[in-house]
């Protein structure tokens, strides 16, 4: 299909110009990162540890053929198209470009561009680098998925699909405990969430009767269902529980910071610039759909304004340098939420644009920090921020360049960051108007503070990093400098942008920014970005927002530690406290319910179950009784010819005999008469095959049983329950017995199914061409279940031969091998300290396998010694070892 994909689709148009149809040419892109990843093995033998420039340069061919795109986009053009996928389920395969699709293809592999080529020097030669390029590049088309899928299903796959290469990525240093535990961490959460998120789109199938999600998007009356549906609030929130978690937002973002045990590359990648937005990005794909009611403003809004302020308060806390950025992460990605939420039912997108043009400059300022931060804790060998200072002379392109990310994030002018913090404010207080005023200006309030917050640890980056004087450590160098081009290269790229952004933002706002915020909401006002806008409130509030973030740094280290203090008091107040237990708690809750329900015993496992089969009649026998329905019918009873009823009755005899014969032997024979007499019932109803199957089995079953008697060669069944666990046994099986009864009984209340058979009749020689209706039957329409019951009596057969096989091994072998080992501690006529019995199982309960040392000894036969056993030592012997197994089992 790939290959089909690449290779034949051109078209030939009306201009005679060879392109490529549209689906096509996005499917490309899509599939050419997982196409690629076969060739990384091939490319590192060419390679070697330059195999990441292999892998930049796919990133590259994707970045130019989504950008080919651009004018097109520009011009209100969206290319799309779909292929049958599972048209019984309304499932196809489609990809759909329009401007916030492109923005995020662009955002991605212009990020894995630089991503793979700083890899080159950031990863040794000794690391496992085609694993990790492999699943990069499978990472990188999985967003690419996420962004173009056009259908609800295949966006799901998609996005578990980042689930997973991000938990192989997480846990790329496979022997780290951190690393295992981070990556296993977000699995659960995001993964998990993903599956709610997969329950809210059936909703809305359920809903629109589609899964097409642009048909959602430019359908009025689909979007009116959707508003006006009873399932609008459920649907709302299973999805965002999805989005939230991937986007690390409200009680989710626990997994972020663990997942900074990721190679510093995959942190700037994954959990910075990419799949993080993924959230975001569904949030605004969706908006058309939710906004303009109280449930998004409430959901999206006020959770996103919440993250936004406690990660940016818990950021204050981190030494390490890249749990600062994953909380600073989490903060920015509140932001986007917050913007996104903001709406009415008037205006239902008052923070889009601001929200999209943010959504740009964060990726540019925040990869550019992981980035820098990966250099430094290269150079030093630390991350923590505790260990270090007096960098700006030692890495002085370093130090610039962080200072143009952390001041773009911390929002100072003229960089990009500044731009988007204007329009989040100017944002916060169109909303706050909209709402009315009073208690709404709170909103613009909060926004303040969490850009006081953002202030605060972005300057802390600067300052304790490359300012002062770094301490003694043995651990940490004395001398470092600024990395190789390579290293520099991308951050530097970054930088570049960060400032080009925020001083002529229109080429971007044009290109990428407008279109897709066209996208979200279509005949939107046109963006306009500047750095002067005169004096207005969010200038107003950006001011005070520089005022009280240097006041906050002044007292950034007692609020640092007043938070370790109250963790360390109150442990138990953390998510992660919560996730700990429930997780550890899911292990214990297992381990016990695997002690309750597996004790050994066969016995016990078979009383589960017909106590389960018991309760689950029950339920409709009750209900049946409690409405006055009926429950039983007598006409069944007098349909029963006397040949049938004979034969039921031998069945019973038979099954009670098993029950109840005190010897082993008797007993086997009764249990092989009962499985006789079910292929005789098999044979009468006129099921050939199946009455086959069960003779051989049955036959197999006996000889098996047989088998093991002999071996155990007791002559008595040996029941050493107490009459309070018969009369417990007795009572389910009565119980089951009478539910079974009653269930059969009462199937003659409802009419009989309406045969098939003349299906296979008609449509035996149409489907398969065979004219023998019996071999069509079993070979074709019933193919699987043929093959399984081939398979049983395959299994069955190679059991039963490899049992009399070790059998006759043993009969034959253990003698003379048991004999050989007593001679390296035997002389004839002596006993054998440590006396096995020739054909007893030997391991596990030994006393099954050993006899008295005074009644064997050993007999010099020529050369070889022979070893004798007294026979009524033996049975007896191996009488109280079985009878003490039982004790031990009962106990």
């Known amino acids: 299909?790939?290959?089909?994909?690449?290779y034949s689709t051109y078209q030939l148009e009306k201009h005679g110009v060879i392109t490529l149809d549209p689906f096509y040419f996005i499917a490309l892109i899509v599939l050419l990162p997982f196409v690629m990843t076969l060739a990384v093995p091939f490319a590192y033998k060419?390679?070697?540890?330059?195999v990441g420039w292999f892998a930049a340069a796919i990133a590259a061919v994707c970045f130019l053929l989504i950008a080919s795109m651009v004018p097109s986009i520009m011009d209100g053009n969206n290319p799309a198209g779909a292929v049958s996928w599972i048209p019984s389920l309304s499932v196809n395969l489609a990809f759909y470009a329009d401007g916030l699709a492109v923005l995020l293809g662009l955002i991605v592999s212009f990020i894995g561009i630089l991503i793979l080529s700083y890899s080159n020097k950031y990863l040794s030669k000794d690391e496992d680098l085609v694993r990790y390029y492999q699943y990069l590049l499978?990472?990188?088309?999985?967003?690419?998925?996420?962004?173009?899928?056009?259908?609800?299903?295949?966006?799901?796959?998609f996005w578990e699909l980042t689930s997973i290469s991000s938990f192989m990525l997480i846990g790329y240093y496979r022997k780290t405990k951190e690393s295992i535990y981070g990556a296993t961490k977000a699995l659960l959460i995001t993964g998990g969430a993903g599956l709610f998120m997969f329950v809210g789109f059936m909703c809305l199938f359920a809903i629109t009767g589609t899964y097409g999600i642009s048909e959602m998007l430019t359908n009025p009356e689909m979007l009116a269902a959707i508003k006006e549906s009873p399932l609008f609030t459920i649907t709302l929130i299973l999805i965002l529980i999805g989005a939230l978690a991937k986007s690390a937002q409200g009680p989710f973002f626990i997994w972020l910071p663990n997942a900074m045990e990721a190679p510093t590359p995959v942190s700037a990648f994954l959990h910075s610039a990419t799949m993080v937005k993924a959230g975001v990005f569904l949030v605004a794909r969706l908006h058309p759909m939710f906004s303009g009611t109280t449930d998004w403003f409430v959901l999206v809004a006020g959770l996103g304004l919440i993250t936004m302020i406690g990660a940016g308060f818990l950021a204050l806390k981190?030494?390490?340098?890249?749990?600062?950025?994953?909380?600073s992460t989490i903060s920015q990605l509140a932001y986007l939420m917050t913007m996104f939420g903001f709406t009415t039912y008037a205006e239902p997108g008052i923070g889009v644009s601001a929200a999209v043009f943010h959504l740009l400059n964060h990726a540019t300022f925040k990869a550019c920090l992981f980035l820098l931060v990966g250099i430094i804790a290269h150079e030093l060998h630390t991350r923590d921020i505790r260990k270090m200072g007096g960098l700006r002379k030692e890495m002085p392109i370093t130090f610039v360049l962080m200072v143009i990310a952390a001041a773009a994030m911390a929002g100072i002018p003229p960089l990009n960051g500044y731009l988007s913090k204007e329009l989040f404010y100017e944002s916060s207080v169109h909303m706050a108007e909209a709402l009315g005023g009073g208690i709404a200006y709170l909103i613009p309030v909060l926004a303040v503070i969490g850009g006081v917050l953002t202030f605060a640890y972005s300057f802390r980056l600067i300052l304790k990093i490359f300012t002062g004087k770094r301490t003694e450590d043995p651990d940490v160098p004395k001398h470092v400098h600024d990395p190789s081009w390579v290293m520099l290269a991308p951050p530097a790229i970054l930088a570049v942008l960060i400032v080009v952004i925020g001083l002529v933002p229109t080429p971007f706002v044009e290109a990428l920014v407008q279109p897709a915020v066209n996208a979200i909401l279509p005949g939107a006002e046109h963006l306009h970005v500047a750095l002067w806008h005169g004096i207005t409130p969010a200038f107003i509030m950006t001011i005070i927002t520089f005022a009280l973030g240097i006041l906050l740094y002044t007292q950034y280290d007692r609020i640092a530690a007043w938070q370790v203090r109250f963790n360390e008091k109150h442990p138990k107040i953390s998510l992660n406290y919560v996730y700990n237990t429930m997780v550890d708690n899911a292990f214990r809750f297992g381990a016990t319910f695997g002690r309750m329900l597996q004790k050994g015993s066969p016995r016990r496992y078979v009383g589960i179950m017909l106590a389960f089969i018991i309760f689950m009649v029950?339920?409709?026998?009750?209900f049946a009784l409690a409405t006055g329905q009926p429950i039983f019918s007598t006409n069944l009873i007098f349909k029963i010819a006397i040949s049938e009823m004979i034969l039921f009755i031998l069945i019973v005899l038979a099954a009670w005999g098993a029950s109840v014969l005190p010897r082993y032997v008797p007993m086997i024979l009764a249990s092989s008469a009962l499985g006789f007499f079910v292929a005789l019932l098999y044979a009468y109803l006129k099921a050939p095959d199946l009455a086959m199957t069960q003779l051989c089995v049955e036959t197999l079953s006996t000889i098996m049983f047989l088998l093991v008697i002999m071996k155990l060669r007791t002559k008595e069944a040996i029941r050493p329950e107490t009459n309070k666990v018969r009369l417990r046994n007795a009572f389910i099986a009565l119980c089951a017995a009478s539910a079974l009864f009653l269930l059969l009984m009462g199937a003659d209340l409802f009419p009989a199914f309406e045969s098939f058979s003349h299906y296979f009749m008609d449509k035996g020689v149409e489907l398969t061409g065979g004219k023998n209706i019996v071999n069509v039957i079993v070979v074709d329409f019933r193919g699987y279940d043929t093959i399984g019951e081939i398979s049983v009596l395959s299994i069955a057969a190679l059991a039963i031969y490899n049992l009399i096989q070790s059998r006759t091994k043993k009969d034959g072998v253990s003698v003379d091998a048991d004999a050989d080992a007593a001679s390296k501690t035997a002389v004839p006529g002596n006993f054998v300290p440590s006396c096995p019995i020739p054909g007893a199982p030997v391991g596990g309960n030994q006393v099954l396998g050993h006899v008295p040392c005074e009644d064997v000894t050993i007999h010099q036969n020529g050369d070889k010694p022979t070893m004798s056993v007294d026979e009524k030592s033996v049975n007896s012997h191996l009488d109280e070892g079985f009878s003490n197994t039982i004790r031990e089992e009962k106990k």
């Not at 390490?320 to 950025?325: G, H, V």
């Open 1 to 6: 299909m790939v290959f089909h994909l690449l």
């Open 46 to 50: 060419l390679m070697k540890e330059k």
């Open 138 to 157: 499978v990472f990188m088309g999985s967003m690419f998925g996420v962004a173009f899928s056009d259908n609800l299903i295949q966006l799901f796959i």
């Open 318 to 327: 981190q030494t390490d340098l890249k749990a600062i950025l994953a909380f």
């Open 618 to 622: 029950a339920i409709p026998l009750g």
